[in-house]
């Protein structure tokens, strides 16, 4: 029923993007834009208030040129222009006075993925879309919370600190994966008395980890929990909706997981949002990333 539901709510869309012609690009990306589009007719705004998924552009990369997709009053038009960048990966770029979501084609994003990942994970259709969203919610929180954002971490954004100082240090890397199995269980609890527990436990190890940590690590590490773990949220809300059925499997059960880099991050930043949802589910009301989610939770738990 879902499909069908989809396929119906697109018609209109469907002839809106072949009025202005493909000029080369694929069915099957066409198809996928589609699809993230008629999402936020189901999901809206996702409680962020004021994104709007369709804003942004999405350029798609076939290795030489760029098509964007782009929404022009209620039609969409399809136009193929010079790349903006040529590399594989899937951003949120500014474009003359604009945020534009650039991803590869699906093609590219699932040879790309099959290759780093050794044939161990698939990247497919509803992997590309909720991708779309990702970045078009990077696109939102830049145009929209910019001078916010760079407040948290205004030094540059080099993953080389992680790994010279929280990764390195064994005492500080042993603290994270607790308070990552923490969040991974809190997401899990069956009730709000359980959840405050975890909470509770994360807030200690968190403080005696911030001891052990530079100023210029603890505002890295936020800045990838707030922003790209609010991103992250996004992308999981976006994949749910399209496969229910394997969504604890792909974002749930790997939260705890806590390698080198800034992945981890990502997850656990997710998971604080996660665990809003359930103390407080309009959380997302008025957020405008000038605090950490995690404060939120603090406040809404009285930890």
């Known amino acids: 029923m879902r499909k069908i539901i989809i396929i119906l709510t697109g018609l209109f869309l469907v002839a809106g993007v ?16 589609r699809q993230a589009a008629e999402l936020e007719e189901q999901g809206g705004d996702m409680g962020f208030e004021g994104f709007s998924f369709t804003e942004y552009p999405v350029a798609f990369y076939n290795g030489e040129c760029d098509y964007v997709i782009a929404r022009e009053g209620e039609e969409y038009s399809v136009t193929k222009r010079r790349a903006v960048i040529h590399f594989i990966a899937a951003t949120a770029w500014p474009v003359d006075d604009h945020y534009e979501v650039l991803t590869p084609t699906v093609q590219k994003m699932s040879s790309l993925i099959y290759v780093m990942s050794m044939g161990d994970m698939e990247y497919g259709a509803e992997e ?11 696109c939102y929180q ?7 954002i760079e407040e948290i971490c205004p030094t540059e954004k080099d993953e080389g600190i992680i790994a010279g100082e929280a990764d390195a240090s064994p005492r500080a890397a042993s603290l994270l994966g607790e308070q990552a199995r923490l969040l991974e269980e809190a997401v899990k609890a069956q009730d709000v008395d359980r959840i405050r527990e975890c909470v509770v436990k994360y807030k200690e ?5 911030k001891t052990l940590l530079s100023w210029d690590t603890a505002a890295l590490e936020d800045y990838y929990i707030r922003v790209e773990g609010t991103a992250r949220y996004m992308e999981a809300c976006v994949y749910k909706m399209l496969v229910p059925e394997r969504f604890d499997s792909v974002y749930l059960d790997g939260i705890s997981e806590c390698g080198g ?3 981890k991050y990502y997850r656990m930043g997710m998971a604080q949002c996660m665990i ?14 000038s605090e950490p989610v995690l404060d939120l939770i603090y406040v809404r738990l009285g930890v």
Request: include cysteine; charged fraction near 25%.
């Open 276 to 289: 809003l949802d359930r103390i407080d589910p309009d959380w997302k009301c008025g957020f405008d990333f």
């Open 18 to 33: 072949l009025a202005t012609g493909s000029y080369g690009l694929s069915q099957e990306d066409l198809a996928i834009y």
């Open 205 to 209: 190890l968190d403080r005696e980890r």
């Open 261 to 263: 880099g800034s992945e």
């Open 128 to 138: 590309q879309v909720a991708t779309l969203w990702h970045e078009a919610f990077h």
């Open 142 to 148: 830049m145009t929209y919370f910019q001078d916010h």
